[in-house]
Protein backbone atom coordinates (compact mmCIF):
# COMPACT_ATOMS: atom_id res chain seq x y z
CA UNK A 1 0.00 0.00 0.00
CA UNK A 2 1.44 3.46 -0.83
CA UNK A 3 1.83 5.75 1.84
CA UNK A 4 1.07 9.26 2.39
CA UNK A 5 3.46 11.03 5.17
CA UNK A 6 2.70 14.55 6.07
CA UNK A 7 5.59 17.18 6.13
CA UNK A 8 5.33 19.39 8.99
CA UNK A 9 7.80 21.76 7.32
CA UNK A 10 4.34 23.44 5.99
CA UNK A 11 2.00 23.38 8.90
CA UNK A 12 1.33 26.06 11.19
CA UNK A 13 3.91 26.01 13.82
CA UNK A 14 1.53 27.95 15.80
CA UNK A 15 -0.68 25.30 16.21
CA UNK A 16 1.68 22.25 15.40
CA UNK A 17 -0.32 19.43 18.14
CA UNK A 18 -3.52 20.47 15.99
CA UNK A 19 -2.14 20.47 12.52
CA UNK A 20 -0.51 16.64 13.54
CA UNK A 21 -3.85 15.51 14.82
CA UNK A 22 -5.69 17.22 11.84
CA UNK A 23 -3.15 15.28 9.87
CA UNK A 24 -3.99 11.89 11.07
CA UNK A 25 -7.33 12.32 11.36
CA UNK A 26 -7.23 12.93 7.19
CA UNK A 27 -5.98 9.58 6.63
CA UNK A 28 -2.01 10.07 6.88
CA UNK A 29 0.30 7.20 7.72
CA UNK A 30 3.50 8.83 9.16
CA UNK A 31 4.88 12.73 9.92
CA UNK A 32 8.36 14.32 8.39
CA UNK A 33 10.18 16.41 10.17
CA UNK A 34 12.59 18.55 8.45
CA UNK A 35 15.32 19.67 10.97
CA UNK A 36 17.59 22.49 9.38
CA UNK A 37 20.23 24.94 11.20
CA UNK A 38 20.76 27.44 9.02
CA UNK A 39 24.17 26.00 7.33
CA UNK A 40 23.17 22.80 5.18
CA UNK A 41 20.42 25.27 4.04
CA UNK A 42 19.39 28.90 4.29
CA UNK A 43 16.81 28.00 6.69
CA UNK A 44 15.58 27.24 10.14
CA UNK A 45 12.67 24.37 11.32
CA UNK A 46 12.11 21.79 13.57
CA UNK A 47 14.16 20.15 16.21
CA UNK A 48 14.42 17.10 18.35
CA UNK A 49 12.51 18.81 20.89
CA UNK A 50 9.53 19.05 18.29
CA UNK A 51 9.25 14.90 18.08
CA UNK A 52 9.43 15.14 21.90
CA UNK A 53 6.85 17.60 22.52
CA UNK A 54 4.48 16.27 19.56
CA UNK A 55 4.90 11.83 20.36
CA UNK A 56 1.71 12.88 22.89
CA UNK A 57 -0.32 13.87 19.79
CA UNK A 58 0.11 10.86 17.72
CA UNK A 59 1.42 7.27 17.85
CA UNK A 60 2.28 7.23 13.59
CA UNK A 61 6.01 7.06 12.92
CA UNK A 62 8.13 10.38 13.21
CA UNK A 63 10.81 10.40 10.57
CA UNK A 64 13.48 13.25 11.03
CA UNK A 65 14.85 14.31 8.09
CA UNK A 66 18.48 15.87 9.06
CA UNK A 67 19.43 18.62 6.74
CA UNK A 68 22.38 18.98 8.77
CA UNK A 69 26.11 19.73 8.05
CA UNK A 70 26.82 17.51 10.98
CA UNK A 71 24.35 15.04 11.25
CA UNK A 72 27.11 12.69 13.03
CA UNK A 73 27.14 15.06 15.95
CA UNK A 74 23.64 14.89 16.84
CA UNK A 75 22.13 11.45 16.30
CA UNK A 76 22.36 10.83 19.73
CA UNK A 77 19.84 13.43 20.56
CA UNK A 78 16.72 11.24 19.00
CA UNK A 79 17.09 8.12 21.62
CA UNK A 80 14.96 9.35 23.71
CA UNK A 81 12.32 11.06 21.52
CA UNK A 82 10.87 8.30 19.81
CA UNK A 83 11.81 8.91 16.64
CA UNK A 84 11.02 5.75 13.94
CA UNK A 85 13.29 7.04 11.67
CA UNK A 86 16.59 9.15 10.88
CA UNK A 87 17.53 10.70 7.19
CA UNK A 88 20.33 11.52 6.60
CA UNK A 89 21.82 13.38 3.49
CA UNK A 90 24.47 11.93 1.43
CA UNK A 91 26.27 14.67 0.30
CA UNK A 92 26.96 15.16 4.28
CA UNK A 93 28.44 12.10 4.97
CA UNK A 94 31.93 11.24 5.92
CA UNK A 95 31.72 7.66 6.84
CA UNK A 96 28.15 6.41 5.55
CA UNK A 97 28.74 2.91 7.12
CA UNK A 98 29.64 4.53 10.91
CA UNK A 99 26.63 6.46 10.06
CA UNK A 100 23.90 4.16 9.35
CA UNK A 101 25.29 2.09 12.72
CA UNK A 102 25.14 4.61 15.52
CA UNK A 103 21.50 5.59 13.73
CA UNK A 104 20.51 1.50 14.12
CA UNK A 105 22.27 1.11 17.35
CA UNK A 106 19.78 2.91 18.79
CA UNK A 107 16.84 0.73 17.08
CA UNK A 108 15.94 3.75 14.43
CA UNK A 109 15.39 2.84 11.05
CA UNK A 110 17.74 4.24 8.71
CA UNK A 111 16.73 6.48 5.35
CA UNK A 112 19.28 8.08 3.02
CA UNK A 113 18.19 11.36 1.38
CA UNK A 114 19.41 12.40 -2.10
CA UNK A 115 18.96 15.88 -3.79
CA UNK A 116 18.15 16.20 -7.01
CA UNK A 117 22.42 16.66 -8.26
CA UNK A 118 23.12 13.49 -6.46
CA UNK A 119 23.89 10.45 -8.54
CA UNK A 120 22.18 7.26 -7.85
CA UNK A 121 25.31 5.68 -8.95
CA UNK A 122 26.96 7.06 -5.91
CA UNK A 123 24.86 5.40 -3.19
CA UNK A 124 23.51 2.31 -4.95
CA UNK A 125 26.12 -0.15 -3.04
CA UNK A 126 24.47 1.52 0.35
CA UNK A 127 21.29 0.28 -0.73
CA UNK A 128 21.25 -2.96 1.55
CA UNK A 129 22.39 -0.70 4.64
CA UNK A 130 19.05 1.31 4.55
CA UNK A 131 15.63 1.36 5.30
CA UNK A 132 14.44 4.13 2.93
CA UNK A 133 15.64 6.00 -0.15
CA UNK A 134 14.58 9.45 -0.02
CA UNK A 135 15.00 11.08 -3.30
CA UNK A 136 14.47 15.04 -2.90
CA UNK A 137 11.98 16.65 -6.05
CA UNK A 138 13.38 19.88 -4.76
CA UNK A 139 16.41 21.53 -3.79
CA UNK A 140 16.64 21.26 0.26
CA UNK A 141 15.34 23.90 2.29
CA UNK A 142 12.24 25.93 1.46
CA UNK A 143 8.61 24.29 0.94
CA UNK A 144 6.24 25.30 -1.40
CA UNK A 145 8.29 24.46 -4.51
CA UNK A 146 7.53 22.83 -7.71
CA UNK A 147 9.21 19.35 -8.56
CA UNK A 148 12.05 19.51 -10.53
CA UNK A 149 11.67 17.74 -14.41
CA UNK A 150 13.08 14.07 -14.14
CA UNK A 151 12.31 13.42 -10.14
CA UNK A 152 9.86 10.52 -11.89
CA UNK A 153 12.72 9.22 -14.09
CA UNK A 154 15.11 9.23 -10.78
CA UNK A 155 12.60 6.73 -9.04
CA UNK A 156 12.04 4.97 -11.72
CA UNK A 157 16.16 4.53 -12.14
CA UNK A 158 16.39 3.32 -8.62
CA UNK A 159 13.96 1.01 -8.55
CA UNK A 160 15.67 -0.57 -11.69
CA UNK A 161 19.04 -0.55 -9.41
CA UNK A 162 17.26 -2.37 -6.78
CA UNK A 163 16.09 -4.93 -8.79
CA UNK A 164 14.81 -8.11 -7.14
CA UNK A 165 16.67 -7.37 -3.73
CA UNK A 166 15.51 -8.81 -0.66
CA UNK A 167 14.46 -6.22 1.46
CA UNK A 168 15.01 -3.73 -0.79
CA UNK A 169 14.55 -0.35 0.80
CA UNK A 170 10.90 1.72 -0.07
CA UNK A 171 11.35 4.78 -2.03
CA UNK A 172 10.29 8.31 -0.72
CA UNK A 173 10.26 11.23 -3.20
CA UNK A 174 9.31 14.96 -1.00
CA UNK A 175 9.49 17.92 -2.66
CA UNK A 176 6.55 19.43 -4.90
CA UNK A 177 4.69 16.11 -4.83
CA UNK A 178 0.86 16.82 -5.25
CA UNK A 179 -2.47 15.20 -6.28
CA UNK A 180 -1.83 15.94 -9.75
CA UNK A 181 1.14 14.25 -10.07
CA UNK A 182 1.27 11.69 -7.39
CA UNK A 183 -0.04 8.88 -9.51
CA UNK A 184 2.93 9.32 -12.13
CA UNK A 185 5.34 9.01 -9.30
CA UNK A 186 3.54 6.02 -8.12
CA UNK A 187 4.20 4.40 -10.93
CA UNK A 188 7.71 5.25 -11.25
CA UNK A 189 8.26 3.41 -8.20
CA UNK A 190 7.62 5.75 -5.33
CA UNK A 191 6.20 4.09 -2.14
CA UNK A 192 5.83 7.03 0.28
CA UNK A 193 4.48 10.06 -0.98
CA UNK A 194 6.16 13.12 1.09
CA UNK A 195 3.49 16.00 1.09
CA UNK A 196 3.60 19.39 2.59
CA UNK A 197 1.92 22.44 1.31
CA UNK A 198 -0.27 20.49 -1.14
CA UNK A 199 -2.01 18.84 2.22
CA UNK A 200 -1.63 22.04 5.15
CA UNK A 201 -2.81 24.43 2.60
CA UNK A 202 -5.96 22.64 1.33
CA UNK A 203 -9.25 23.52 1.95
CA UNK A 204 -10.06 19.85 2.79
CA UNK A 205 -7.24 17.82 4.27
CA UNK A 206 -9.08 14.79 4.18
CA UNK A 207 -10.35 15.28 0.65
CA UNK A 208 -6.68 15.58 -0.62
CA UNK A 209 -5.64 12.68 0.86
CA UNK A 210 -8.89 10.55 -0.48
CA UNK A 211 -8.12 11.84 -3.64
CA UNK A 212 -4.46 11.18 -3.87
CA UNK A 213 -5.21 7.60 -2.57
CA UNK A 214 -8.33 7.19 -5.61
CA UNK A 215 -5.89 8.85 -8.24
CA UNK A 216 -3.23 5.91 -7.21
CA UNK A 217 -6.22 3.23 -7.56
CA UNK A 218 -7.18 4.25 -10.79
CA UNK A 219 -3.79 4.80 -12.62
CA UNK A 220 -3.05 1.16 -11.54
CA UNK A 221 -6.37 0.08 -13.15
CA UNK A 222 -4.95 1.10 -16.40
Given at each position: MIQICASLLAADYARLGEEVQRAEKA????????????HYVQNLALTPDHLKVLRSYSNLPFHAHLELDNPDNVLFNFASMQADMI???WNTLTDPLRTFERIRSQNIRIGLGLTPDDALDNVSRFFREI???LLLGVYPGFGGQSIQPGTSEKIRSARKMMGQMDNRPDIAVDGGVKLENAADLVRAGADILIMGTALFQ???MAETVKAVRESIVESQRH
Open positions: GVDSFHFDMMDGIVQDLLSSN
